[in-house]
């Protein structure tokens, strides 16, 4: 069994700054784009079903990257559990518009377990619940399928943090890049992540927006 975990393609918000949580931006030029360059890199494979988020800039990926990878036809359904952590109130916003969310984000990025999250959103733990819970549930299929799962850079993190070598360092060293591909061999309901990060198009395109902080 295989699934392939993908982050959405590039938004506005994300050239802007802006926390996206669960707003539903749409991908901008340049992110459909990239997803377009990421499903003619996965030509090749099939998918026998693919599960995004509801929200559009992941299932808009999924659905480009499934049509340029010639599986038009994979039937695509919808996980609310797959959805971006909760920013609450400051969704939509730019970090650093107040002292409370300028300390608090210091904690996402540099201390994220400990995240206690924005006023009206998750933590990191609670996003980290309910992704493993979908990732744990879809393995448990053993059914020998592909999967496509497109998701976001939060809860993206969190779902493969059960994986990672060192489940400590949340981030592993970056936000994940815009349309990065994971891709986990799953038998028996035991799970490993075969290849991190993946992406199809040139690394010198790749962006990481919170380097500065």
């Known amino acids: 069994m295989r699934i392939y975990v993908v982050r959405h393609g590039e938004t506005r918000s994300n050239v802007e700054g802006r926390l996206q949580g669960q707003s539903n931006d749409e991908l901008n030029e340049n992110g459909v784009r990239l997803a377009a360059v990421t499903g003619?890199?996965?030509?090749?494979?099939h998918f026998d079903e693919c599960i995004t988020s509801p929200l559009i800039r992941a299932a808009d990926t999924a659905k480009i990257i499934l049509r340029e990878s010639g599986n038009g036809d994979t039937p695509v359904l919808f996980d609310d559990?797959?959805?971006?952590?909760?920013f609450g109130i400051y969704e939509g916003r730019k970090i650093g518009v107040d002292e409370a969310q300028t300390e608090a984000m210091k904690s996402f990025l540099h201390?994220?377990?400990n995240f206690r999250g924005l006023?009206?959103?998750e933590t990191?733990?609670?996003v980290c619940s309910r992704t493993q819970e979908f990732l744990k549930e879809l393995a448990a299929r053993d059914d020998g399928k592909t999967y496509l799962i497109a998701t976001h850079g939060c809860a993206l993190r969190c779902m493969l943090?059960?994986?990672y070598d060192?489940?400590?360092d949340f981030w592993q060293g970056?936000?994940?890049?815009n349309c990065s591909v994971n891709r986990i061999e799953a038998e028996a309901g035991v799970m490993k992540l075969a290849e991190a990060d993946k992406v199809y198009y040139d690394l010198a395109e790749t962006v990481d927006r919170y380097a500065r902080f």
């Open 161 to 163: 943090n059960m994986l």
């Open 111 to 113: 201390d994220p377990m």
């Open 40 to 45: 003619q890199g996965m030509r090749g494979i």
């Open 81 to 86: 559990r797959l959805k971006e952590i909760s």
């Open 166 to 168: 060192d489940p400590s």
């Open 124 to 126: 990191i733990l609670q």
């Open 174 to 177: 970056r936000v994940p890049y």
């Open 119 to 121: 006023e009206g959103g």
